[in-house]
């Protein structure tokens, strides 16, 4: 009994006396639990009662450290503290909140944060964002028993008046505080999660693209079925989207083998070409995050991917992105295409070669070995793939020295070429793309290498000799004579086909005459009549005014000279001429030039050549030029500047 009563920390007078509570004279208490933090009314104490004020602050101290972690871990209920109908009333408008917390994702991400927070020293000022609690000064003097339970009482008085808050700020400003608090949390969390995203992504893509470990031949051959199998671009675009979703969450191994990869953008390609899409369907399709990462997928395993691959994917990213997507993308497709050159067979040159082109984006290396490489296979090459890869160097003002070489070596015989009627065989080799990963060249006759041509293919190649200034070559000359066989056949004006290969004809005759007279190789009257009569139709062939063109026009006035707006020369209309003084200004747009290089292309650079070699003073106007001058005032004097040399 002894011991029990030393444990009894109130006098037994104290114990046997009522206790009256009076809420304007009782202080705030945290009593910190297992579940939240309960504020009790306690009866004023005694100096001379042995509880221990120390302790307790300590033992509270170290407990609200506790609490306010817990709570923003969300393992901690914030509201405990209020009355059951409060809480519940709370806990309905933030039903939305509850189900968030609940979430695996967001408590992982409190996680990281709680550690980011305590490794940047933002503990003290978290924690008195979050648990509100009482701030005492070091070194404060010790009150008398009559002070302490005064100022007790005034600070009950002011939380009453108040808040529920017991912090005494004094001096400070809290939304200033909360708010700088807010905009450094914001920017170490924010920080951590697109550090953390990055990785995540990185990582993401690297368990794609881990092409050489094991491989399951039956889920890869079940997956390519499924490609090719799907109607439509989005089907496969479905298809892959949803292996690449199970391979992010681990299966393995993954069926995503390069193979199938190339596939797939072949065959949304190939779906796209054959409902005939807009462009801007086309775009926005391209733009969507499934297709982005197919897209990324594929610039990862190109360097694992076969030639056939590389081909393909060239081609697919033309025909999905056209001139304004996939800049980044086409440069690497040459930096991989470059190491593979020598393992293209003709189908890949020509593939190659024709996507570049036509998505007007250079590279002069990649152009280099695919001339060498098609040199050495020229015996190989069908018709549409000979005349699209010379349409691919005319296009990009590709030198082609060694192909065009080996052409007249090989194709040194007029009897070798061969004219036929059939119009529908005129598609570029698009069509041909296949899917597997074999060896063409197997399927490449070796025989004697006969060409026959049709229309159109005779009328690219002949204006991609123009274009690359060749047409004294042996092999120009046999596809030349073969177009005399065009005066059996009808070229109609109805048809946009007949008026662009008569255009086409109409600009080499023309070359022809100019530049190279001693050949004897113009067309004959009757021909070259109809031919011109065709080509020179405004059916399909509408001169379209650009708001450039009509700035440099407006501002052309200003110069005091005549200038002649839309000027005929044979087949060309010039923009603006003198013409007393025969010059000529051309204002060259953005489809004048290589998208990635700013060169002109093959066709501006034939236009340029033929005004100067009929005796016209040619001066250009190019719109990168034209906007690194601001104002009128600039841009007039630019126009003054570049005329000056070309007036008489």
């Known amino acids: 009994m002894e011991g029990l009563l030393q444990l009894n920390t109130f006098s037994h007078h104290r114990l046997l006396q009522p206790l009256l509570f009076h809420q304007k004279t009782l202080p705030m208490v945290k009593i910190p639990t297992g579940f939240s933090t309960i504020r009790r009314n306690c009866g004023n104490m005694e100096r001379n009662d042995t509880v221990d004020f120390r302790n307790v602050d300590s033992i509270h101290e170290q407990e609200s450290e506790m609490d306010w972690e817990l709570e923003f871990l969300g393992e901690l209920d914030p509201l405990g503290f209020q009355a059951p109908k409060m809480r519940k009333k709370r ?152 292996t690449i979703m199970a391979v992010g969450k681990g299966l393995s191994p993954s069926p995503l083998s390069p193979l199938n990869i190339a596939t797939a953008l072949h065959r949304i390609a190939k779906n796209m070409e054959k409902v005939s899409m807009m462009t801007s369907r086309r775009l926005a399709f391209a733009r969507q995050k499934e297709m982005s990462m197919l897209v990324g997928i594929a610039m990862t395993a190109l360097p694992e991917c076969s030639a056939q691959g590389i081909s393909n994917i060239s081609w697919a990213l033309s025909k999905i992105g056209g001139e304004l997507l996939y800049l980044s993308e086409m440069d690497r497709v040459a930096e991989v295409a470059l190491t593979k050159v020598e393992q293209f067979n003709s189908q890949n040159v020509a593939n190659v070669a024709g996507a570049f082109a036509s998505m007007r984006h250079s590279a002069p290396d990649l152009f280099s070995e695919l001339s060498e490489r098609a040199s050495n296979i020229v015996h190989m090459f069908q018709e549409q793939e000979l005349a699209q890869v010379l349409w691919a160097f005319a296009s990009l003002h590709e030198p082609a020295g060694p192909l065009l070489e080996s052409l007249d070596n090989v194709f040194n015989d007029e009897n070798q070429f061969k004219f036929i009627l059939d119009r529908d065989s005129f598609n570029y080799n698009e069509e041909r793309v296949v899917e597997n990963d074999g060896d063409l060249a197997m399927e490449e006759s070796s025989g004697s290498p006969d060409l026959n041509f049709n229309r159109d293919q005779l009328g690219n190649i002949a204006w991609s000799y123009a274009v690359l200034g060749q047409m004294d070559r042996v092999f120009f000359s046999h596809v030349w004579k073969t177009l005399s066989l065009l005066e059996e056949q009808r070229i109609s004006e109805q048809y946009r086909e007949d008026i662009m290969f008569a255009s086409q004809v109409h600009l080499v005759n023309q070359c022809l005459k100019l530049e190279y007279p001693h050949l004897g190789l113009s067309l004959s009257s009757d021909l070259e009549e109809k031919i011109s009569r065709a080509g020179k139709t405004k059916r399909f062939n509408q001169k379209m005014t650009s708001s450039f063109q009509k700035e440099v026009a407006r501002l052309l006035v200003s110069t005091g000279l005549d200038w002649a707006r839309e000027y005929a020369v044979d087949g060309y209309t010039l923009d603006a001429v003198l013409v007393d003084q025969k010059v000529a200004l051309e204002i060259d747009g953005p489809t004048h030039f290589s998208r990635n290089s700013g060169f002109p292309l093959g066709h501006t650079m034939l236009k340029r050549r033929y005004i100067t070699a009929a005796g016209w003073k040619l001066a250009s106007v190019s719109h990168q030029e034209w906007e690194e001058h601001q104002g009128e005032f600039e841009q007039l004097d630019y126009l003054r500047e570049i005329l000056k040399d070309h007036r008489a």
């Open 91 to 242: 806990e309905q408008s933030s039903r939305l909140l509850e189900d968030t917390d609940g979430m695996d994702w967001c408590v992982k991400a409190r996680k990281m944060a709680l550690k980011s927070i305590e490794a940047r020293g933002l503990i003290r000022t978290v924690e008195d964002l979050i648990t509100v609690k009482n701030k005492k000064k070091k070194n404060k003097k010790k009150l008398g028993k009559k002070d302490k339970i005064s100022r007790k009482s005034k600070v009950l008085e002011e939380d009453d008046a108040d808040s529920d808050e017991d912090i005494e700020l004094k001096g400070v400003n809290p939304l200033a505080d909360a708010d700088h608090l807010r905009r450094t949390v914001g920017m170490v969390a924010g920080g951590m999660f697109e550090e953390k995203k990055g990785k995540t992504m990185e990582s993401f893509v690297q368990r794609l693209s881990q092409f050489s470990g094991p491989s399951d031949r039956r889920k890869e051959i079940n997956l390519n079925k499924e490609i090719v199998e799907a109607q439509t671009a989005e089907e496969v675009l479905e298809v892959a989207a949803e």
